[in-house]
């Protein structure tokens, strides 16, 4: 495994869906609470909570809830050109960059989360864990925005699922 790149990932993936809809997929909390989060809260620089049918801009924090997690995820958004990329904090002091590039029909979704430490805790927790985590989130914002079936496992009764 030593050249396994620990400090980051990239997935892509392709959606029959307009730049300007996924755009807002990942910028505005009721579409995040569509594919994505329980609870997406974004936090003005200026302190005000956002309204969740706005989109967010660069220097927001947000505070992010799973279903299937009892924490918190809190970051800062930090860039988002309000067409087709973004860039927030997550996981602590990582990185995600989401680009949005249109193919034909399509849209290629690109994210790469980057900054990941090289402590065995993250490396399990946040390189493997979050690879995972993402890869099952891009397929979702594919679900729901070509077909509008959600496939989040949403029973906190039934723990640990690929789906959750």
Known sequence: MEN???TQFTRKI???APVTSLYKAWTVSLELERWF???ATFITSEGTQRDKSSSIEKDDA???KCYQWDGVEKGSIVSANGKDALHFTFAGDCLVEISLEPYGKET???LTQKNIPTTD???VDIRLG???GWSFYLVNLKSVYEGGLD???KNTNIPAMVNS
């Open 130 to 132: 979050c690879d995972h």
């Open 108 to 110: 290629i979704v690109t």
């Open 121 to 123: 805790k993250a490396k």
């Open 37 to 39: 989060l329980k609870d």
């Open 4 to 6: 396994f790149n620990w």
């Open 14 to 16: 392709a959606i029959s």
């Open 62 to 64: 947000y505070l992010w």
């Open 151 to 153: 496939l989040r496992n």
